[in-house]
T-cell receptor, first 114, second 115 residues
Framework: GAVVSQHPSWVICKSGTSVKIECRSL??????MFWYRQFPKQSLMLMAT?????????EQGVEKDKFLINHASLTLSTLTVTSAHPEDSSFYIC??????????FGPGTRLTVL | QKEVEQNSGPLSVPEGAIASLNCTYS??????FFWYRQYSGKSPELIMS????GDKEDGRFTAQLNKASQYVSLLIRDSQPSDSATYLC???????????????FGAGTRLAVHP
């Protein structure tokens, strides 16, 4: 149980394009989903928290107009990196929470912006 | 002071030994504590959760929580080379601090189990 999928697992795009990443909870309904970014040899950095049907809450320093989050249903959240630049290249990981406690992570999406 | 602190390591232990990983946190009213394992290039995997003082055992893993000392640890018995990974400590802050289900992660401790 508690399986979270992410798609795509990796993506390479040109600078200036937009990239959409999907996060799905496969066997439970997620009241809350989280989006993290992780640079090599660094810990997870929380970008935003999304609740189904409401606007995402972004962490300080994260540009909400650049990282668009949509939590359309209790099993799907999407992160769109708009006008991507090389410095946005990173490992993006989502997690989903069925309750007020555990978070279960998706396998991650490796984004490379050329 | 960081909210969740861990020794970055690497912690090197021989195969078969007990690996002891430690974590301290600053929010005194934190309620939930988690240990995640992250292999290089992969996403974190939940291995233990603990909510009350004392020990909680699951197979080769034992989590220990001491809220008075704001300290949580993870023991791995009979360590195997496959346990070599980064172990992340995560704390769920108090509901009253506005982060009712947000996790605060430590930087992680790298564990290396050598044959």
């Amino acid at each position: 149980g508690a399986v979270v999928s992410q798609h795509p697992s990796w993506v390479i795009c040109k600078s200036g394009t937009s990239v959409k990443i999907e996060c799905r909870s496969l066997d439970f309904q997620a009241t809350t989903m989280f989006w993290y970014r992780q640079f090599p040899k660094q810990s997870l950095m929380l970008m935003a928290t999304s609740n189904e049907g409401s606007k995402a809450t972004y962490e300080q320093g994260v540009e909400k107009d650049k990282f668009l989050i949509n939590h359309a249903s209790l099993t799907l959240s999407t992160l769109t990196v708009t006008s991507a630049h090389p410095e946005d290249s990173s490992f993006y990981i989502c997690s989903a929470s069925p309750s007020y406690n555990e978070q279960f992570f998706g396998p991650g999406t490796r984004l490379t912006v050329l | 002071q960081k909210e969740v602190e861990q020794n970055s390591g690497p912690l090197s232990v021989p195969e078969g030994a007990i690996a002891s990983l430690n974590c301290t946190y600053s929010d005194r009213v934190s309620q939930s504590f988690f240990w995640y394992r992250q292999y290089s290039g992969k996403s974190p995997e939940l291995i233990m959760s603990i909510y009350s003082n004392g020990d909680k055992e699951d197979g080769r893993f034992t989590a220990q929580l001491n809220k008075a000392s704001q300290y949580v640890s993870l023991l791995i018995r009979d360590s195997q080379p496959s346990d070599s990974a980064t172990y992340l400590c995560a704390v769920n802050p108090s509901r009253f601090s506005g982060g009712y289900n947000k996790l605060i992660f430590g930087a992680g401790t790298r564990l290396a189990v050598h044959p």
